[in-house]
């Protein structure tokens, strides 16, 4: 793309082809996904910040978890990051606050924004993002954040669907993880 970061923002005029596309869903969709990140940010800091030391640090160093799931990579992101030893419940929350976190920062993964339309795979993965990041904070903080998601997401078109909120509920909605799918 020409025009740079427009892509992951505007409608920046590059396209796969497709006569009469656009991406005017950019816009809509980035709104979105900046209002969801900043409404999970004061709960995580708040949660978080009660376990460990700093809340930025540890979710920056979540990644060696991720990286290793063993039990020694688990216990030195403890020792690391932890303000005194913590309960099994705690670590249980501390871990799905990560995982929120990890979400939300897969929500801006690029190949969603390089396609034409918002009900792309691309784009749907990470609106799957999102839907994780919102179940999460559902979970942990009891925070019902779908409803106005679904708003916002009202306001991106799509060249497919009468808007973005309908491809979301349609195409990415259904493969929503829970015990019952994981299981």
């Known amino acids: 793309c020409v025009h740079g970061v427009e892509r992951w923002r505007s409608n ?10 656009n991406q005017e869903w950019r816009e809509p969709l980035r709104n979105a996904l900046n ?3 900043d409404e999970l940010e004061a709960p995580f800091e708040k949660a978080v910040g009660n376990l460990v030391k700093d809340p930025w640090k540890a979710r920056e160093e979540f990644i060696e978890v991720i990286l290793d799931r063993k039990d020694e990579s688990i216990q030195h992101f403890l020792s690391e990051n932890a303000k005194r030893e913590l309960n099994h419940k705690e670590k249980v929350s501390l871990f799905r606050l990560m995982e929120m976190q990890r979400n939300a920062m897969y929500m801006y993964t690029s190949c969603g924004w390089f396609f034409d339309e918002i009900s792309g795979i691309e784009t749907n ?9 919102i179940d ?3 979970q942990v903080f009891d925070l019902e954040l779908y409803d106005e998601f679904i708003q916002r997401l009202e306001k991106s078109s799509s060249n497919v669907y009468e808007n973005g909120a309908i491809s979301f509920v349609k195409n990415v909605v259904p493969y929503r993880v829970g015990l019952e799918r994981a299981g």
């Open 125 to 133: 993965q990470i609106l799957q993002y999102a839907l994780r990041a």
């Open 12 to 21: 920046c005029g590059c396209n796969s082809g497709k006569p009469g596309w």
């Open 35 to 37: 209002w969801l990140r």
């Open 136 to 138: 999460y904070a559902k």
